[in-house]
């Protein structure tokens, strides 16, 4: 199965600043069926990225994904308040799906 | 538009059973796989497991292997997951998942609670 493994495992920012998350997979991600998700407590995942550059539904711009092959990055440009949240990253191109170890994303 | 909707959950002495459901809408149920994926209080996202759109080929995490059983009605749109010997570690938000080429859709969850 492919390990996906996420960096860092927790990110201190201010609102306003950019922040940049990584997940890197054991091998190629198959035609880039990558996704990111914002979890906060409480609450299910919500789907940011899916296709590793293609927000979803409702996902405000300064959202971005990008990366392909083994490497993988989302991009929050200018942090909001209601950012500050867990990270996940998955790739769902080859069976069994598997998830990263999360990024938290925590006030500083 | 895609709907999965959970239901089953709830709590549960260990060594019991419990059979989850899902069910879709919204799409060609019979053309995609589906998943099982849930996330323990604390902890992150982990697939349970997953069945093919035919019901032939199916997966499980190591840590339900023979406990869990995988299964799907297509000419109903439902996915089921038969969660036997269960024990605390199976405690979770169980989630139904479908993946569908580029699309990825997830239920809401339901919760499953193991305890005495």
């Known amino acids: 199965e492919i390990v996906l493994t996420q960096s860092p495992g927790t990110l201190s920012l201010s609102p306003g600043e950019r922040a940049t998350l990584s997940c890197r997979a054991s091998q190629s991600v198959y035609s880039n069926y990558f996704a990111w998700y914002q979890q906060k407590p409480g609450q299910a995942p919500r789907l940011l990225i899916y296709g590793a550059s293609n927000r979803a539904t409702g996902i405000p711009d300064r959202f971005s994904g990008s990366g392909s092959g083994a490497d993988f990055s989302l991009t929050i440009s200018r942090l909001e308040p209601e950012d500050f949240a867990v990270y996940y990253c998955q790739q769902y191109g080859t069976s069994p799906l598997t998830f990263g170890g999360g990024t938290k994303v925590e006030i500083k | 538009d895609v709907q999965l909707v959970e239901s089953g959950g709830g709590l549960v002495q260990p060594g019991r059973s419990l059979r989850l459901s899902c069910s879709a809408s919204?799409?060609?149920?019979?053309?995609?796989?589906m998943h099982w994926v849930r996330q323990a209080p604390g902890k992150g996202l982990e697939l349970v497991s997953c069945?093919?759109?035919?019901?032939?080929?199916?997966y499980y995490a190591d840590s339900v292997k023979g406990r869990f059983a995988i299964s799907r009605d297509n000419s109903n749109n439902a996915l089921y997951l038969q969660m036997n010997s269960l024990t605390p570690e199976d405690t979770a938000v169980y989630y139904c998942?479908?993946?569908?080429?580029?699309?990825?859709?997830w239920g809401q969850g339901t919760r499953v609670s193991v305890s005495s």
């Open positions: 998942v479908n993946t569908a080429y580029i699309l990825i859709y």
């Open positions: 069945i093919s759109n035919n019901g032939d080929s199916t």
């Open positions: 919204g799409f060609t149920f019979s053309n995609y796989a």
